[in-house]
């Protein structure tokens, strides 16, 4: 993306962290694709700060705030000076005037294992980014809020069906899609 940390908006890093909680629990791992299935770099236009945009269609997690006014003025730039403008080149530190816009990966640019995982993400209602922030360092009132929104789209049961069977046996379940077909 080429920005700094600090460049990306409050809502983004409660997307990026939830995003983190929420695979983690699922024991699934994380990925820049993963995410950026779900997710697509803003055009910040004239602004300097980049958001994320929920993909349509694919719509992970809720925004964590509606609105958030007045928070740049706790934040600080950080950029070189006109004497040394290189001064900071390398470093993640300094906001970009250009950052890089991603677009939403496609389901086919995905990994197999990954594309089984968006797949069955997909398949129902946004979990509280919020919910997920609170809960981050109470693992029972985490896994308490996982649970009840994955038994409530029936998450479970396609997890187990569909998607178990290929993690922890990847050899025989290709060797049975072979011989007996999809």
């Known amino acids: 993306m ?10 983004s890093w409660a997307f990026v ?9 699922l024991v699934l791992t994380p990925s820049v ?3 950026l299935f779900c997710f697509e770099v803003k055009d910040p236009g004239k602004k300097l700060w980049v958001s994320f945009n929920g993909v349509a269609g694919r719509v992970l997690l809720t925004l964590f705030q509606q609105s958030y006014k007045g928070f740049k003025k706790n934040f600080f730039k950080i950029r070189s000076n006109r004497r040394d403008p290189a001064l900071l080149d390398g470093f993640p ?7 890089i816009l991603q677009k939403p990966q496609s389901l086919e640019d995905l ?18 980014t919020l919910e997920l922030l ?11 809020y996982i649970g009840t ?16 069977p290929r993690l922890l046996f990847p ?12």
């Not at 990994?111 to 509280?128: D, H, I, M, T, Y």
């Open 2 to 11: 080429n920005v700094a940390p600090a460049q990306l908006h409050p809502n």
């Open 17 to 25: 962290r939830a995003f983190v909680i929420l695979y983690y629990n």
């Open 33 to 35: 694709d993963t995410f």
């Open 93 to 99: 530190l300094y906001w970009t005037k250009k950052p």
């Open 111 to 128: 990994a197999p294992q990954e594309r089984g995982v968006c797949k069955l993400l997909s398949g129902f209602s946004a979990f509280s």
């Open 134 to 144: 609170k809960s981050e360092f109470s693992p029972k009132n985490l896994k308490a």
């Open 149 to 164: 929104s994955l038994f409530h789209a029936s998450f479970f049961t396609s997890f187990l069906f569909a998607y178990l």
């Open 171 to 182: 050899t025989l379940t290709c060797c049975l899609a072979c011989k007996y077909g999809p």
